[in-house]
């Protein structure tokens, strides 16, 4: 396997794993929709850091602790399924507050700050995109090329793609907000997003390492 080989067949893995809806995308989405194009790109960049940290600590052996350690494994799960369904269950608390206290004012959407961290956070309590990185990078490291360089140009690869594909979603969602810019609708969007991310969390909660 040669260095242009590995990043090609990596890139199409990860690829097709960057497109399966998930916690990053409904975030994304719901930041694009309800509050605007800059925080939905600072959430995007907030996971794709995320994942690059994934990545480089896989590539220094770092994240092997998830692989070796059912505790830390199941503490990092724990963990992060309570931070999805908090962000859920205050979505869906908020939309109802936004609809009682309705006025002409602009909505408060939050700083880019906050926007970046969400997304840093969902991805880095994710214990399962720790373990996908320990199990896939080895496989797409050629014989004789420096194991920390290769896993961090993997991890790069993966981070351009998501960010590509996020891209997408945002400009997308854009397209439709002009139909979906109601409050109502933004309470609802808030909702099932907030339903979305909690139905995660128990998902994550529940599932095995696999």
Do not use: C
């Not at 097709?16 to 605007?36: E, F, H, K, M, Y």
């Not at 931070?83 to 205050?90: C, E, K, P, Q, T």
């Amino acid at each position: 396997m040669t260095v242009a080989s590995a990043l090609w067949s990596f890139a199409l893995l990860a690829g097709v794993l960057t497109i399966i809806p998930g916690p990053d995308s409904a975030l994304i989405l719901r930041s694009a929709l309800v509050q605007t194009r800059k925080h939905a790109y600072a959430t995007a960049l907030g996971i794709a850091s995320g994942t690059f940290v994934w990545g480089a600590a896989a590539a220094v052996g770092a994240a092997a602790l998830l692989a070796a350690s059912e505790v830390a494994f199941t503490i990092l799960k724990v963990v992060g399924a309570l931070y999805l369904a908090y962000l859920g269950i205050s979505m869906i608390v908020k939309s109802f507050r936004r609809k009682a206290a309705a006025t002409d004012a602009p909505a408060v959407v939050g700083s880019l700050k906050a926007a970046f961290g969400r997304g840093a956070l969902t991805n880095l309590l994710n214990p399962k995109v720790g373990v996908f990185y320990i199990a896939l990078i080895p496989q797409f490291i050629p014989e004789g090329v420096p194991p920390i360089g290769m896993g961090l140009l993997l991890a790069l690869v993966h981070v351009v793609e998501s960010i590509v594909w996020f891209t997408g979603l945002i400009l997308a969602a854009h397209v439709a907000r002009a139909f979906l810019s109601s409050p109502k609708v933004s309470a609802w969007i808030d909702r099932v997003t907030g339903g979305i991310l909690v139905a995660f969390g128990a998902f994550l909660a529940v599932e095995s390492r696999g």
